[in-house]
Structure formats: C-alpha cells, structure tokens
C-alpha cells in the first residue's frame, strides 16, 4: 500500500509541476492513411531529440501540449513511412497529418520522408505487441487463407491449442481465458470449420494489438490476455473493389466514401466451397456432405462537424456441416455502435453500445423424426471511455463498462414422440467495471502505466437455484423472479507497467496485473470446439482470479536493424475450473455439481529475436514454460501438468522481398506435446476389459513440427488494378503431426492393445490470387 501511495503522491508532484510551466498550446487531431483517410491506431507523435510525444488512440485521435514555440515533430506507425514535421505552435491549432509511402506537402508545414519501417510487428510495452496486418498476408498459411489467429501463434508465449487449429494457449491459459474484441464487441468462438480456420477475415481489418502481461485498466473478465482487433473503416477518399480466391475459398471486400472526407463503408464477405468441389471428385461418396462456412464484415461512419463522429458495424458468421440425417450449425453475431465526442483539445470521449451472441445445434434425424442439441451465449453492453491529455507526459484514461449475460445452458428439443425434450433454464447475469488509469513520463528514460479496476458480478433471476451436498445432492431449491438478486463476486484489480530505459538501445519492463474471470468455458477438449458450453459464476461456481508479475529486457543493435528481448513471468490462477472424474458437460443440468475448483500456477521465460536486414525481415522465438493445477479431488491431490502445459515453443520465421515483385517467405515450428491422461493398464472384469488410469495428464503427446513455405509474386500494377499469385506448401516435409491418440485392441492378437495416432493433415499444396481494384 505504501508503494502504490508514494507512486500516486509523486505523480501528483509530477503533474503539478508540468502544469505550472509557461505559456501552453495544444496540436490535436488525428493520424491518417494518405492513401485512403484511414486512422491509424497507435501512430506515434514526438518532439525530435526528446522524450517528449504522445500516441493515437483507438480512434486515432492524438493530443499534444507543448510549450508554444518552433518544433519538429516524428509521426511514425508501424508498416509506413515516417514523417518530419515543422510547426510553430502559438496557439491551440487542429491538425491532421497523414502517412503513407511518399511525403506530403501541407500548408506551412514541411514534410520529410525517413526510412520505411517494414516490420511485421512491434513491440508496445510489457508484455504487448502490435501487429502489422498488413504483412502477414507474405507469411505462409493453411489452405493459402490469410489468418490473424494463426499468424500470433507464431510470437513467443502463444501457441496453438492443437494441430492446425486456432485455438489460442497464452502463458499456459485455456482458450476461454482470452478477451477476443472486434470492435469492442466480445467473439465466443473465434473459429471456423472446428477449429481450423479463424472467424476474422483479414481483408477487412486494420489493427491487432496483443496483451499478454501488463495489461491495462480499462480490460478486464479473461484471465490470460487481450486481442484487441479493430475493422477498417472503409476507404473515404474513393470506391474500390478487392478480393481472393483460393482453393477452398473466395473473398469480396468493397469500399469506398459516404461522402468524400466525412464518411466511409466497408462490405467484406468470405465462403468457401469445399463441399462442391469434393462432390465433383467423387459424387458417389461426398454426395450427402455439406462442409462449408461464410461470414461477413460490414462497418460504416460518419463525421457530424469536428467534434462528433458515430460509427455502426457488424459481423456474421455461420458453420454448416452435414452428412446424412446428421447436422452441425453454429457461429456468431456481432454489432456495435460508437459514438465518439471531442470535448476540447484535450478531452476525448467514446460511448459504445455492443451486442454478441453465439450459439451451436446438433440436428439428427429426419425431418418429423429428429432432434436438437443446442447452447449459446448472447451479450447486451454498454462501455464507456475518456482519455485526458494533460500534458505531454501525463495521460489519464477512465470509464466504465456494464454488461448483461444470457446464458443457454445445452438443451434437447424432439419432434419425436419417444424422445422427451430436455429444456434447461437459462442463467442471467450483469458484469460490470469502473476503471481509472494514468500514463506518466518521470523522466526522459522512466515511464509508467498505472491504474485500478473496480469489477462487479451479479447472479440473477429468472430461474431455479440449486444448493448440493458433498455428494451432489440437490439440498435446496430456490425460484427466483427476474432480475431478482442471487449472487454476487467483486474484485479490486490494480495495474502496474513500468518501463525504464537505460541507454538508448537497452530498456528494462516490469508488469502486474489482477484479473477476475466470471464466465468460464466448459470443454472436454483442448481445442475450442462447437459445442463447448459458456456459463456463469453462480453460488457454486467461483470466479476465477488470476496474477501475473512479469520482468523482461530488450536491447537493439545496428540503429534498431536487429532487437532481442527476453521476458520472463509468473501466473498464479485461483479457483480454476476442472472436473470430476468421469463428468459429462453435455445435456447435463446438474453440471455445476460436478465442478471443481483448485488452484494453478504458470511460469516461463519469452525469447524473441527480429531482424530487419535490407529486405529481409524475420523472427526467432523460443518460450520454456510450465503450466500446472492443483486440485485436491484429482491426482490424490498432487499438482498435475495442466493439458495445455508445454515445455518448449519455437517458431523461426522469415521473408525476402526481391526487387518489390517477389516475396519469399517461411516459417517452422516445434512444440512439446500437450499433455494427457492415457491408461496405465487393463483389466477384466465380467469378460469386459476395463482400462486403468494412474494419474491426471500423466503422458505426453509426440512433439509436433512443421516447415511452410510460400512465394508471391505480384503483377506490376496499372493505375486502376493490381494482382498477386501467392503459392505455398503447407507441412513441406509431410510430418504428421498427432491429433489424437486412440487405444484399440490388436486386431491379431486382441489380449494386446494398440496405440493408434490419428494426424489430420500431410503435405498440401496452395495457391491464391489477390486483386485490387
């Protein structure tokens, strides 16, 4: 306590002091793609020679006040071309300035273009990376479908849940501890085609930023991490028309002004068609078979003067998967609405209105003569945030955010006689946040982020609530009215990040965070699957929390040409969620009876080494890490290797562009095996072998690796159209990796058992068009 008030006294000092000096002015505005008047999110703003500058935010909207006088100002952003800027600054003065791949002349300001800065990514703090989408379209990718979700599985401390999929493992956490956020709205399932393909359409996104430590105030309710992803706003300077196709899929994306310079749109549409082009192959045997998603992006803005800027978009998707009398349908739906307000030249507002939902059905039978299997989860949400930009080296941000949960627990509905429906109440609950954070600058070579989140959980009606005993008796039931009080979980969550440079190519990061989890994800897999089941803290189940304190260096060399930074971490996760033996999620009404809690712990070190070389451009990371749980009802109590705990992670990436034409690129992996709970023995009992199992996630899965390669080659433009031929090989040395292991008896001798590995995929070619018109 003393240490958070002595930090707070002196940046009281600190702001204080800042405040009394001279006469001030403030430049404002925001940061622009010259090409096409998109913001950028977080382009940097800084006084050449100091450490004075401030960053966009999520609008791209920036604030600096300065002493008034003559300065030079460096407007930078990942992917584009730097820009010197001179400015006499006397009084406050709007201005906005625009990035692209030439300079710009503007009135009384004189533009100077620096070096490109070609990278695929960025570091942005503790823990924090920013993305380059833009790049990853070089990077080779399954099925040549340019992927987010796969592409970060590449960065230290992220991996995939399983071969091929998109399932994300952060520091040793589940999938359903990560914040997934398109355009603040939160994704269930960021998956298609069970897994091996992600919801998110990369044509039609701007910016990806990851948080994996230090993660500020204003997120909160994941254990694990961030992925902060915004849409594109739609080209406001002229129409345009751009797309793919691939293999299995094609992509549209059109754009273009609502009214030049004011408003924009943004219409982008993905499908695919494998089940038609296996049907062409072999009618006989893929005749029933319908295999296939869509989904599709769609966003629009407009400016109502200088102040006052809404913003409306949306995203639906869907899986179909049938064979037979057999049917799988699930996916999500999206949609936000922004309002954004510009109070002065120092205070910025946002208020977001947000819906999600998700939801899975299994359909089997005839039409008349089947039934359903269904779950989801639907959200209402109303978030509120501002940004204050006292001065160059202050910057305060708070708001709130609530939000109300509906939860579909699995259920079954029969148009059979003989089948009886099994309906399953839903669950209600209210999440809410207050938030306070502050951005300091001490010193030239010391910063800080800050803050405290204040998180609120409410249980409420309708519905039945039921208390068991030790033996999962139902005790007590208690009906309860809508909206009507069942239980409440809050929690205090400080943040701290702290960063301190101590030569200009060397800087230390510290970071802790607090988190409070109140919905959890009940899977009997690794990978996120279809029909894994979202429900709430309840009077039985605990929310998890979550503290993480991590310590990392980097240090650059060759003006910047090649950075290495190690970070190292410490998680320590309470009432986590696991399982009784033998507990089936599905159709189960009693299922929080059969939830344990337990503790877990997670720690490792992140080496990442990047290299940007004339037009070479590439990445080395290695993470050693180690994931445990602790329940006192498994394993007799022991700690027990958490499934997604994976001792090594490497990934060696790299691209070559030749002449601007040409661009070579690879990447390979290798990872430990997850760990898992096979049987020790067998024995007989009745004439029935019966397996026995020791302890929990005991075995290991082989190690999995893989080599992918891709080259693209693009067109030479005309004015109007542009074209590129990527072609890849995805696995090119044809490892089959494990997806599964499965124990049968030896077909000649069947007192022996057989482990059985199934592998999905083998080598596989690709091949992609992009155009642009």
């Known amino acids: 306590m003393k240490i958070w008030l002595t930090l707070i006294f002196c940046c009281l000092i600190n ?22 008047g998109e913001e950028l999110i977080g382009a940097t703003i800084v006084v050449d020679g100091t450490s004075l500058g401030t960053a966009t935010n999520i609008y791209g909207f920036y604030s600096l006040t300065l002493d008034k006088g003559k300065y030079k100002l460096i407007v930078s952003y990942i992917g584009y071309q730097a820009q010197e800027i001179e400015i006499d600054l006397q009084e406050n003065e709007t201005m906005t300035l625009e990035l692209g791949t030439g300079a710009k002349d503007m009135e009384e300001i004189v533009v100077k273009a ?45 991996s995939a849940s399983s071969e091929g999929s998109t399932g994300l493992t952060v520091r040793g956490g589940k999938p359903d501890q990560n914040l997934i956020l398109l355009d603040e709205a939160v994704v269930y399932n960021p998956s298609h085609f069970l897994g091996f393909f992600s919801v998110f359409n990369s044509d039609a996104l701007k910016d990806l930023t990851v948080y994996k430590g230090g993660i500020p105030s204003q997120y909160g309710g994941r254990a694990s991490s961030v992925l902060d992803i915004y849409m594109k706003n739609g080209n406001k300077k002229k129409f345009g028309l751009s797309g793919g196709l691939g293999l299995i899929s094609s992509r549209l994306t059109f754009e273009g002004p609502i009214v030049k310079d004011k408003g924009s749109f943004i219409l982008s549409g993905r499908a695919t068609y494998l089940d038609l082009l296996l049907k062409v192959f072999d009618n006989e045997r893929f005749g029933q078979l319908g295999l296939g998603f869509w989904d599709l992006n769609l966003k629009a803005n407009y400016s109502f003067g200088k ?30 609405v922004r309002w954004n307000h510009t109070f002065n030249e120092k205070l910025f507002a946002n208020t977001s209105f947000f819906f999600s939902d998700y939801y899975y059905g299994y359909k089997i039978g005839r039409s008349g003569d089947d ?4 779950a989801g989860i639907r959200d209402y949400a109303l978030k509120q945030d501002y940004s204050y930009y006292l001065n160059p080296k202050n910057t305060i941000r708070f708001g709130f955010n609530t939000t109300y949960h509906e939860f579909q627990p699995s259920q079954l509905r029969s148009s059979n006689d003989n089948i009886n429906s099994l309906i399953a109440d839903k669950k209600h609950a209210i999440e809410s946040g207050i938030y306070a954070g502050h951005e300091i600058q001490f010193t030239d070579k010391f910063k800080a982020v800050y803050g405290l989140r204040v998180s609120l959980f409410n249980q409420i009606g309708p519905g039945d609530i039921f208390t068991f005993d030790e033996s999962n008796r139902i005790t007590d039931t208690t009906t309860y009215k809508p909206f009507e009080h069942v239980q409440t979980y809050w929690g205090l969550e400080p943040r701290l990040a702290l960063t301190y440079q101590t030569f200009p190519t060397t800087a230390f990061e510290f970071g802790y965070h607090r988190i409070h989890q109140y919905v959890h994800l009940l899977s009997n897999s690794t990978a996120a699957a279809p029909n894994d089941m979202w429900i709430p803290s309840t009077n039985n189940v605990k929310p998890q929390i979550a503290d993480q304190v991590s310590l990392g260096v980097k240090q650059s060399f060759f003006k910047n040409k090649l950075t290495i930074g190690l970070e190292g971490y410490y998680k320590y996760l309470q009432n986590q969620v696991d399982y009784e033996n033998g507990a089936d999620i599905l159709l189960n009404t009693r299922i929080e009876s059969q939830i344990l809690n337990g503790v877990g712990w997670s720690y490792g070190a992140e080496l990442l080494v990047q290299g940007k070389i004339g037009d070479f451009n590439g990445w080395v990371s290695y993470t050693l890490s180690k994931t445990a749980y602790q329940f006192k009802e498994i394993n007799r109590g022991n700690p027990y290797p958490a499934k997604q705990d994976r001792t090594h992670d490497i990934a060696i990436v790299g691209t070559y562009e030749l002449k601007k034409r040409w661009v070579f690129s690879l990447s390979w992996i ?24 020791t302890e929990r996630n005991g075995y290991r899965m082989p190690a999995a690796h893989r080599l992918d390669i891709a080259v693209t080659f693009r067109n030479k433009p005309t004015k109007k159209f542009q074209s590129s031929f990527t072609v890849g090989i995805y696995n090119v040395y044809n490892q089959y990796n494990p997806f599964s292991i499965d124990f049968r008896p030896n077909e000649a001798d069947p007192t022996k058992t057989d482990a059985v590995q199934l592998s999905l995929f083998g080598i596989i070619p690709t091949v992609t068009w992009n155009f642009s018109f």
């Open 114 to 158: 620096e070096k490109d800065d070609d990278v695929m990514m960025q570091d942005a703090g503790v823990g924090t990376t920013k993305i380059n989408v833009k790049k990853l379209e070089t990077l080779p990718v399954f099925m040549g479908e340019k992927d987010i979700l796969k592409s970060i599985q590449l960065l230290p401390g992220i």
């Open 15 to 36: 702001i204080g002091w800042l405040s009394a000096q001279g006469d001030k002015a403030t430049l404002s505005g925001y940061v622009k793609d010259a090409d096409s």
């Open 307 to 336: 102040n006052d800027r809404i913003f409306v978009s949306g995203y639906a998707g869907r899986d179909n998967f049938s064979f037979g009398n057999f049917g799988l349908n699930y996916g999500n739906y999206t949609a936000t």
């Open 670 to 693: 290798y990872q430990t095996g997850n760990a898992v709970t096979f049987p020790s023995a067998k024995y007989e009992i009745n004439g029935q072998k019966v397996s026995y199992f």
């Open 371 to 374: 039934f359903t299997i269904e």
